[in-house]
């Protein structure tokens, strides 16, 4: 079982398949978050046209499956129909009355901001996706301990802060699975989760204690063993594995910061 197996929000990876999995970790973590700051700082339709075209080939040279499409479409709609409805009945901005609902205006530019606010959580949603599909968790969570390495000359704790942030990574689908594990035994026993949104969360409460007793069992196992391998005594930590940063990998880092100005310049 993969570590994103029992992630209901993060869709598997395809390590391995791709040539952009073959970039350096560091790398395609810094695209993805030129991605984010980008699509967080600018509101501007322009801008998000290129930027949904950047994702698309994204996805295409990721080949993201229909099922993939099919969860992104279940999230982006239930988030863009509250999103939408908020700005509709709560957005005051603008003269031009389209329509009333309840006896509240509702204008143009609310109507335009929704949109632009609904296009905004899709690139978001999709971003993530690519960022999730071109990079396994593992790579992510050692990605993110190196590029914070520097820090040490600043006297920054990096190796605590990112053997924590590994273990999150790491640690979160093991919990997932140990609710999996124990919801299949529940139902080899006979108990039903179907239901309404009410009903089933009633039927699943009694699982958080098994959930919240295997995960503190497990994390008394992990600092166990942490100990056990000197974590703490003040050595150097090092890597099992490192590469130097190779050609592609600056091209590719070079292709992405252009790319991300050239969408900043033809926003401002």
């Known amino acids: ?10 869709f598997a990876n395809t390590a391995g398949t791709t040539w952009v999995t073959r970039i350096d970790a560091r790398m395609r973590i810094i695209a993805g978050l030129i991605a984010v700051v980008l699509i967080a700082v600018l509101l501007d ?46 957005n005051r901005t603008g003269q031009i009355v389209i329509a009333r609902v309840l006896g509240l205006p509702i204008t143009q530019e609310a109507l335009i901001a929704g949109l632009l606010f609904s296009w905004r959580l899709a690139l978001f949603l999709m971003a993530a996706i690519c960022l999730t599909k071109m990079i396994s968790p593992d790579d992510f969570a ?5 590029l914070l390495t520097p820090l040490k000359r600043l ?3 990096i190796d605590g802060i990112g053997m924590s942030f590994w273990v999150a990574i790491r640690f979160v689908p093991a919990i997932f699975a140990q609710y999996h594990q124990i919801v299949f035994a529940q139902k080899a026993r006979g108990a ?35 100990t056990v391998r000197g974590w703490g005594v003040g050595a150097e930590r090092t890597f099992y594995g ?6 592609a ?10 790319w991300g100005g050239v969408i900043l310049w033809i926003a401002l």
């Open 142 to 146: 050692t990605g993110v301990w190196r």
């Open 45 to 90: 339709p322009v801008a998000y046209l290129f930027l949904t075209l950047t994702i698309a080939v994204g996805c295409a040279v990721l080949r993201l499956s229909r099922v993939d499409f099919k969860r992104f479409l279940a999230i982006f709609l239930l988030m863009a129909t509250v999103t939408l409805t908020l700005h509709l009945l709560f």
């Open 242 to 247: 490192s590469r130097p940063l190779a050609g």
């Open 192 to 226: 039903t989760f179907d239901g309404g949104l009410i009903t089933r969360a009633k039927k699943m409460a009694p699982l958080l204690i098994p959930v919240t007793v295997a995960a503190i069992r497990k994390s008394d196992i992990l600092a166990d063993a942490l």
């Open 249 to 258: 990998d600056y091209a590719f880092l070079m292709t992405t910061v252009v």
């Open 1 to 10: 079982m993969g570590l994103n197996d029992n992630y209901p929000f993060i």
């Open 155 to 157: 006297g920054c704790a």
